[in-house]
């Protein structure tokens, strides 16, 4: 009912700092982040009017700046991510029965992994992909990776060269992004997209700042922007800035040209 104001889960940051649990609220035209708090300012979306109408703004009480991105996910994405998946997992299907038996052959359990991640509108989900890792593996040691990443702005370097928590053929699987053929089922049930930033899992989404967060204005994809100009030897500051670009400029024919690519 359009006139109820809609909520769901987010985590939200104000003013620049670290995140805390919140809500989206949705309603009329203005998506705001969360409520505003003591000395703080907050951060919403606003639906734009004039020349960029059909779009909508990043905008936050601390900061006169506003960024226009486009609103929602168009049909013709929608239509193009269907038409794209369904010769793909037929294509592709006997490369999916080789994969999940090799791994049920080189180590003991599930040869699918599921992970919740954090996609449109800061909406959680879960993700499918090929297992890679030991069973059971602790998932600290990426945790304080990924926050050097941020703070220093390091190259976005993966972990696996030392990581002892692969499985046989683990890397393999990792470098030429095999492992994450099962999210064309994601794709299929309209979670993802052929083309979109990558879903973040949720305690890196507890570190993005107001600003970075406008890269979940699109739904996230299998590949992107980001994911053809560079990936590991980007930092994490260009990954965002990518990701705002493509959701700046998201149409038919760039997505066409970054699968090409």
Partial sequence: DPTEPKTSQIALAEGGERSR???VFWSGDCVTLGPASAGKGRVGMEKSSGADAGRFELWSDASEARTAYPVGTSSLKRAMDLVFVLPVLVFTAPLLMVIYALIKILDPGPA????LRVGRNGEQF?????????VGSDTRGHQQHFQRLHETNAPMRKLD??????IPLGWCLRATGLDELPQIVNVWRGEMS?????????YEFELYTPHQRARFASAPGLTGLWQVSGKNRTTFDEMIRLDHEYTARRGFWLDVRIILL
Avoid: E, N, W
Avoid at 126 to 134: A, D, E, G, N, S
Avoid at 161 to 166: C, F, G, V
């Fill in 21 to 23: 649990p919140g809500q």
């Fill in 112 to 115: 699918l992994f599921t992970q």
């Fill in 126 to 134: 879960i993700v499918y992909k090929f297992r890679t890792m030991h």
């Fill in 161 to 166: 060269a030392t990581d002892s928590r692969l």
């Fill in 194 to 202: 052929i083309v979109g930033p990558r879903p973040c899992i949720p």
